[in-house]
């Protein structure tokens, strides 16, 4: 995907600024807190909030990162604020949907399969501790570079490697626990 770049100044029309970034990463922000919360109507609510964040503050963009980086950072801290959040601790939620991911297959048997390894792998990642599940997901979901995962999170490149290793022994070894991978 190609990166965003938007000019910002006095003149700028925020609310053409915001649809295009809405329309650029809305999908992959939704994506990325559902990762974190595990709700996908939760998941919605938040990228919502997330958006008018970025509304808010679009003044105040520096352009010391990519604006996709930015965006990252602030979903990414919105969701963890959620989830230390009074609301989530004290209201329960009803309904619980697992990420649908959709699966090109030859046949129905096949497209079953697919699904359940689908689903199955995607329920690993989720339940992954969070400063695993992060980079594995911007990096093999999200496709970003280790370089824009350490400063999305807030770490260094060094770190992001460490953390990328584990959590592939982690999902390996849950994996295997599962007897996911047959020969």
Not at 16 to 22: H, S, T
Not at 34 to 49: F, K, R, S
Not at 92 to 119: G, H, P
Request: glycine share 2%.
């Amino acid at each position: 995907m190609e990166e965003l770049t938007i000019q910002l100044d006095a003149t700028c029309d925020k609310v053409a600024i915001l649809d295009e970034l809405m329309h650029t990463y809305g999908q992959d922000i939704l994506r990325l807190v559902y990762t974190y919360v595990h709700n996908e109507t939760i998941a919605e609510d938040l990228t919502q909030e997330i958006f008018v964040k970025c509304y808010q503050s679009l003044t105040s963009y520096k352009e010391q990162s990519s604006i996709k980086t930015w965006l990252w950072r602030i979903a990414i801290n919105h969701s963890k604020d959620y989830l230390k959040s009074w609301y989530r601790r004290k209201v329960t939620t009803t309904d619980y949907d697992t990420i649908s991911l959709n699966a090109a297959a030859i046949n129905v048997e096949q497209t079953v399969i697919q699904r359940e390894e689908d689903e199955q792998l995607a329920d690993t990642v989720i339940n992954l501790p969070v400063k695993y599940r992060e980079v594995i997901y911007l990096f093999y979901f999200e496709e970003q570079p280790i370089k824009d995962i350490g400063a999305i999170i807030g770490a260094n490149q060094n770190t992001v490697k460490t953390r990328l290793r584990k959590g592939k022994q982690l999902l390996k070894k849950s994996l295997e626990g599962q007897q996911w991978m047959t020969d």
